[in-house]
């Protein structure tokens, strides 16, 4: 064999080893308990901060998503709230419902208007709501190091990590990565792990790469399997973000993650051995504590993903405003998407 033959030989190898880890997506816990620390933002914008990665929403990076509307189309992503209406008079019993409605005043006793009372359950699987950073721990702690025992208290609420740390809003440059597009499907099936190398085929597909201070928005099609095949216990099987994925998240300094559920899929593949119980949704949890990342779950992509479509347009302005509840741990929201 020739040097110039070995060369090309070793260069090969070189390529069929590299193709061979970009394809291992295996993540144990020691991994798990490793990326703690070496991807964490803890400290980044300093001791205090309750805003995650939200900072890296820059004014320089809101003038930039502006220039993005250019028809001026705007676009949902909230899935409609149809409340269970409580009785007007005495109380019913309670319902897991996300949202409860009890009228307390209106015709005919108030002819001349009305008024009502909300009673939200801000998380599950069905309402589209902000995620706080406190909303979830790691070993007692959430985000930035801010312990439990002092600020997550029952009757007391979040006292850090808040969603009032969102009293500004968001505005940024948002990306949909339409994950049934791209593999030319209506939905993933529940189950369906999404990898680093599926976003990236995406971004080649789309046109668009990702870049830090983006609101990323994963669609799966949840929504329309619902509406072709019923509903399902999408707490226990669900497509979604491979915990494999972590490091690409933290990389690519993504200021928001939204997705149709949870973020993570579930059940875990076999290439995931995690069991510490703090990771049982390993990206969504992981996004919120570790890189004080804020999360939409349960956001309906459906009509963004057919005006994308239409427009072959795959960025945009988004804008979502947070309710400030002081120590609430969450949020119903509409977040909007104007083209």
Same mark, same amino acid.
């Given at each position: 064999? &020739?040097?110039?033959?070995?060369?090309?030989?070793?260069?090969?190898?070189?390529?069929?080893?590299?193709?061979? %880890?970009?394809?291992?997506?295996?993540?144990?816990?020691?991994?798990?308990?490793?990326?703690?620390?070496?991807?964490?933002?803890?400290?980044?914008?300093?001791?205090?901060?309750?805003?995650?990665?939200?900072?890296?929403?820059?004014?320089?990076?809101?003038?930039?998503?502006?220039?993005?509307?250019?028809?001026?189309?705007?676009?949902?992503?909230?899935?409609?709230?149809?409340?269970?209406?409580?009785?007007?008079?005495?109380?019913?019993?309670?319902?897991?419902?996300?949202?409860?409605?009890?009228?307390?005043?209106?015709?005919?006793?108030?002819?001349?208007?009305?008024?009502?009372?909300?009673?939200?359950?801000?998380?599950?699987?069905?309402?589209?709501?902000?995620?706080?950073?406190?909303?979830?721990?790691?070993?007692?702690?959430?985000?930035?190091?801010?312990?439990?025992?002092?600020?997550?208290?029952?009757?007391?609420?979040?006292?850090?990590?808040?969603?009032?740390?969102?009293?500004?809003?968001?505005?940024?440059?948002?990306?949909? %990565?339409?994950?049934?597009?791209?593999?030319?499907?209506?939905?993933?099936?529940?189950?369906?792990?999404?990898?680093?190398?599926?976003?990236?085929?995406?971004?080649?597909?789309?046109?668009?790469?990702?870049?830090?201070?983006?609101?990323?928005?994963?669609?799966?099609?949840?929504?329309?399997?619902?509406?072709?095949?019923?509903?399902?216990?999408?707490?226990?099987?669900?497509?979604?973000?491979?915990?494999?994925?972590?490091?690409?998240?933290?990389?690519?300094?993504?200021?928001?993650?939204?997705?149709?559920?949870?973020?993570?899929?579930?059940?875990?593949?076999? &290439?995931?051995?995690?069991?510490?119980?703090?990771?049982?949704?390993?990206?969504?949890?992981?996004?919120?504590?570790?890189?004080?990342?804020?999360?939409?779950?349960?956001?309906?992509?459906?009509?963004?993903?057919?005006?994308?479509?239409?427009?072959?347009?795959?960025?945009?302005?988004?804008?979502?405003?947070?309710?400030?509840?002081?120590?609430? &741990?969450?949020?119903?929201?509409?977040?909007?998407?104007?083209?």
């Amino acid at each position: 064999m &020739t040097p110039l033959s070995k060369t090309i030989l070793a260069l090969l190898m070189m390529g069929a080893a590299t193709v061979a %880890v970009a394809a291992d997506h295996s993540v144990t816990q020691a991994t798990m308990d490793q990326w703690k620390k070496s991807q964490s933002n803890w400290g980044r914008w300093g001791p205090d901060d309750e805003k995650g990665t939200l900072n890296l929403i820059t004014p320089a990076v809101r003038k930039k998503a502006a220039a993005l509307v250019k028809q001026g189309i705007a676009v949902s992503m909230e899935r409609e709230i149809v409340p269970v209406l409580l009785p007007p008079d005495g109380d019913a019993p309670p319902t897991r419902a996300p949202v409860q409605q009890k009228m307390l005043s209106g015709p005919p006793k108030r002819p001349s208007g009305s008024t009502d009372q909300l009673n939200i359950a801000a998380h599950g699987y069905n309402l589209t709501h902000f995620d706080a950073l406190g909303h979830h721990l790691f070993d007692g702690k959430m985000y930035n190091g801010f312990a439990a025992s002092e600020h997550l208290l029952m009757d007391k609420g979040l006292t850090r990590g808040s969603i009032a740390a969102v009293a500004d809003g968001v505005f940024t440059r948002g990306v949909l %990565v339409d994950m049934p597009l791209l593999k030319g499907v209506p939905y993933l099936e529940p189950g369906t792990p999404i990898y680093a190398e599926d976003l990236e085929a995406w971004e080649k597909f789309s046109g668009v790469r990702i870049e830090p201070g983006d609101a990323v928005f994963i669609r799966t099609g949840r929504w329309e399997r619902e509406a072709d095949k019923g509903p399902w216990e999408i707490a226990k099987s669900a497509a979604g973000l491979d915990a494999s994925v972590i490091p690409w998240l933290k990389k690519r300094d993504i200021a928001l993650l939204g997705s149709e559920s949870a973020l993570s899929v579930v059940p875990f593949p076999e &290439t995931t051995k995690i069991d510490n119980p703090d990771d049982y949704l390993p990206v969504h949890n992981f996004a919120l504590v570790a890189l004080g990342m804020p999360l939409i779950d349960n956001a309906d992509l459906g009509p963004l993903s057919k005006e994308a479509a239409r427009l072959k347009r795959y960025s945009f302005l988004f804008t979502a405003a947070p309710i400030r509840v002081k120590t609430g &741990t969450g949020v119903p929201v509409n977040p909007i998407a104007t083209f």
